[in-house]
């Protein structure tokens, strides 16, 4: 017998957890009614002893897999001398991961924060801030262009410039200050920027919106209309980098450089929140002391975790690995375009696919896809968005290949 629920019982099932979690949390998720107790590399193992292949790895915050042993000897270790001092105080591993992480992607100051929405929130404010004291806007008129379909988080600011109603619906009223364009138009870009333009917010490739991929010079376009009229680009890379895409920023494949950049998702290993604004010290240098923070922003345990993912990406292994393996899937996944699928889209080991008129939805496909041990997950009605671990081996990464042409196969 176990105890369980504060009851003696036999073993749990994974649906007396998802009975809990049924009657006890928020429902804000619709999650695939797997219970998952363990995980390695690409796979996991689910309270039933049922394994499974991650396609999905945590919206790219597992990049490097689960439990990647250089990660979880790293938090270890940190965990032994001290997790939090607050802003308060210094600490020894604060300067040195602010240091290794502006080295790792060319910028020359740091921000820490902790969730990827705080990092995009930092920004917001960081840019505002500069247009008001560096360029001359006037206070309180300052306006950011972003792109319709985006995503950049879910906080009350963040969602005022959605385009997703369900992420919008009951949440006004909305904060002002933001103009939506079309993404990928980069004409329209240029015609949005006004006197009182602040920045440009762009995701380099857009992940919530179905892996979209912007047209050949668009960032080319955007960066000089930026420098013509004095308006900060920030590049939000807080899924689509740290190589996901085959390289340490994925605007790096534009040959374009951002003035700002909000990280997050990847940089804490898969092992906590640990999130960055890393960009220009003229930019980031108009906050001072008192004006922005945070409590666990930077915090010594998170700041030894992002630093071993900076060693991490500093061997290029898993550049090199999302390019190889992200060529052999976006070639299998091609292959099923009129044989299930109407659209592949993507960057290095990163897919959105379009399920054919006629095939299974989206969350049926993920159902399918979990039936034959792997969990993905549905974006929108029809798309699926695959992104494993870059951990993963080729012959896992066939298997999941296989499985999804077995559930879309008309």
Known sequence: MTTFAGRET???????????DEQWSTHNYHPL?????????????????????????????????????DLVAAAVEQL????????????DQLGLFCRELAELTGTELVLPMNSGAEAVESAVKIARKWAHRVKGVPDGTAEIIVAGSNFHGRTTTIVSFSTDETARADFGPF?????????????????????????VLLEPVQGEAGVIVPPEGYFADVRAACDEHRVLLIADEIQSGLARTGTVLALDHEGVRADVYTLGKALGGGILPVSAVAGRRDVLGVLKPGEHGSTFGGNPLA????????RL???????????ELGTHLHTRLNELVGRGLSEVRGRGLWAGIDIAPGG???????????????????????????APPLVITREELDRGIDAIAEVVRP
């Open 175 to 199: 904060t002002p200050g933001f103009v939506t364009v079309k993404y990928g138009d980069a004409a329209a870009l240029r015609d949005a920027i006004t006197p009182r333009t602040a920045a």
């Open 10 to 20: 036999a073993a749990p099932t994974a649906a007396s957890f998802i009975e809990l």
């Open 303 to 310: 700041c030894a975790v992002g630093r071993a993912v900076v």
């Open 313 to 323: 990406l500093n061997t290029g292994e898993f550049q090199q690995r999302a390019t």
């Open 33 to 69: 009614p797997v219970v998952i107790a363990e995980a390695a590399g690409a796979s996991v193992t689910d309270v039933e002893g049922r394994t499974y292949l991650d396609f999905l790895s945590g919206y790219s915050a597992l990049n490097f897999g689960h439990r990647h042993p």
């Open 360 to 386: 299974p939805s989206g969350r049926a496909a993920s159902e399918a896809l979990m039936a034959r041990g792997v969990l993905c997950k549905e974006t929108h009605e029809r798309t699926l968005r695959v």
């Open 80 to 91: 032994g001398r001290v997790t939090l001092t607050s802003r308060a105080f210094h600490h």
